[in-house]
């Protein structure tokens, strides 16, 4: 009897621990608020992606252990990586979910999320990701014909032999997926990678010709797009509509129509966060299509995308511009109102990450497990990490302030409603209120600040080569001021503040707290001194 008791006790307590093991998560969920930002969430909490993403050809199973450990040398809590069609699915209509099983199970092993990039009809504009077997009946599975009828290295939309297939094969694999991941290791898809095409500004062919000439879309001949889009007139063939533009409107519009066709497949099996990539065009002067990959998500065709692929949540760009100009105007180019921003491909720089937590939901550099550096990035993350949930509650609630040091390293201005900050960069260790730098071999232009408002007079502040100091505003303007309390920290696992030590005295007195190369966390109250008649 004793032992009887035992054996059905033990049998009850791991069934209970089985059934805890098994516990679905709630799906993660992409959420546009009243006020119009927007935010991620995971596990029902607020969540900001600190990435990273491998090389293309990296998810096989000898590569997991480098991919992994360069995953936790950055402290990223998620990596982007991607899953092959042509592995997928080997034979025609026979799907093998080996790779995305163990990468599943490698990552959960490892506490790490996972954003899967289906690499399938485009990579890069091409389609070198397809099935063998699509590749040897080309007649079927056909490419673009360029303007002077030469082949051209990438799937024409128009394809939709392809486009079924490939909308089969996406909603198999989040099928399993759904079934699999109870947990909800991987939080979000990318569909396709970077689509459209190089080399061509649309297929030419004269099937494809046949279609051009018809009238343009119902669903672009609304006001606000036809505006957006700088239309001639506001119905029509494409050429009539859209002028000089036409060729790469209609192309966009069907290889966004293209993605809509696989995304909807897919969500309609399980609902999970769905985004493109563009591979981006330069940010100023609106060049001409002929310039770049024709067809993408670029900026100047967001609208497109958002009529013809509602079941995509959001466009991404793929930021590789360089000086801050450029950067900056792409990332703004793709915050918009219907427009959430997520950076799931950069350079490894972190001079612009905090603009990014202040405007979106995710950073991720790419190929970081190739053996390229990632620098002061993983010190960042590893700051990051502990807050994800909180970086989206204050920029939600308005308390995210940020600067970065400009190429010709002035000093910033932010205004912070009772105190105005002035941020000095560089070798600022005597730099004063005007943000003279001491003499010194000049610093790369890499500091950058981030200042989140606890109250009026109490902010915590992260940063790299930066001095902080304040000046009174308002009813205070003018008077004398100083730091009540610094403390230098870090946040621990439960994201709670954990004083290392207080700053003062040459620490504090030179106008206010520096930090160096490492990136570093401080808490700053201030005060004001009231005037001594």
């Known amino acids: 009897m004793i032992r009887n008791f035992f054996s059905a006790l033990l049998f009850a307590i791991l069934s209970v621990a089985m059934s805890a093991q098994v516990k679905e998560a709630p799906i993660p969920e992409f959420v546009r608020h009243q006020d119009g930002q927007y935010a991620f969430y995971v596990d029902g909490k607020p969540f900001f992606i600190l990435g990273g993403q491998s090389g293309n050809s990296n998810n096989w199973p000898a590569m997991h252990p480098q991919l992994f450990d360069t995953m936790h040398k950055m402290n990223a809590n998620t990596l982007e990586v991607p899953i092959y069609w042509e592995a997928i699915e080997p034979v025609q209509g026979q799907y093998d979910f080996t790779s995305v099983k163990t990468i599943i199970d490698e990552a959960r092993k490892n506490d790490i999320r996972l954003v899967l990039l289906w690499f399938a ?146 969500k309609a099996v399980y609902p999970l966060p769905m985004y493109v990539n563009a591979a981006l065009r330069a940010p100023f002067g609106n060049p001409p299509a002929t310039q770049y990959e024709s067809g993408g998500p670029t900026d100047n065709v967001i609208c497109i995308y958002k009529a013809a692929a509602p079941s995509i949540d959001f466009v991404a760009p793929d930021i590789y511009q360089r000086g801050d100009a450029n ?14 921003l997520m950076v799931p491909e ?150 709670d503040w954990e004083m290392i030590r207080v700053l003062n005295g040459d620490q504090t007195d030179w106008t206010g707290p520096y930090v160096g190369k490492q990136p570093t966390a401080l808490r700053i109250k201030l005060y004001v001194r009231e005037p001594r008649k």
């Not at 947990?183 to 990318?190: A, D, P, S």
């Not at 672009?220 to 700088?230: D, Q, T, V």
């Not at 990332?331 to 427009?339: A, E, G, Q, S, V």
């Open 121 to 266: 009809t485009w990579k890069n504009g091409s389609g070198h990701y397809i099935p063998e077997w699509m590749k040897l009946d080309s007649k079927k599975y056909y490419n673009v014909v360029g303007a002077e009828g030469q082949p051209i290295d990438s799937p024409s939309p128009h394809c939709k032999a392809a486009m079924e297939l490939d909308a089969k094969a996406f909603a198999a694999v989040m099928e399993f997926i759904r079934d699999y991941d109870a947990c909800r290791t991987v939080i979000m898809m990318q569909v396709q990678n970077e689509p459209g095409t190089w080399g061509s500004v649309r297929d030419y062919s004269k099937s494809v010709d046949k279609i051009f000439k018809a009238d343009v879309p119902a669903a672009l001949l609304k006001p606000e797009i036809l505006s957006e889009l700088g239309a001639l007139k506001d119905r029509g063939s494409w050429a009539e509509v859209f002028g000089d533009r036409a060729d790469e409107y209609f192309h966009s519009w069907y290889v966004a129509s293209y993605i809509e066709y696989v995304a909807a497949a897919g």
């Open 327 to 340: 950067y900056m105007e792409s990332i703004k180019l793709y915050t918009r109102p219907d427009n959430c």
């Open 346 to 495: 950069s350079s490894s720089t972190s001079k612009y990450l905090y603009e990014v937590v202040a405007r979106g939901i995710g950073f991720s550099p790419f190929g970081v497990d190739g053996g390229r550096s990632v620098g002061p990035l993983a010190d960042e993350y590893r700051m990051l990490a502990p807050i994800v949930d909180k970086l989206t509650e204050w920029r939600l609630e308005g308390r995210i302030y940020t600067a970065y040091e400009p190429e010709n390293n002035a000093a910033q201005y932010l205004d912070l409603g009772k105190w105005q900050a002035i941020l000095t960069f560089g070798r600022a260790n005597r730099s004063n209120v005007q943000g003279a730098v001491a003499p010194g071999e000049p610093l790369p232009a890499e500091g950058h600040a981030m200042l989140v408002k606890i109250s009026d007079n109490e902010f915590y502040a992260f940063g790299t080569n930066v001095r902080y100091t304040f000046q009174p505003l308002g009813k205070d303007e003018g008077k004398a001021w100083h730091f009540l309390r610094v403390e230098e920290g870090y946040f621990n696992e439960d994201g």
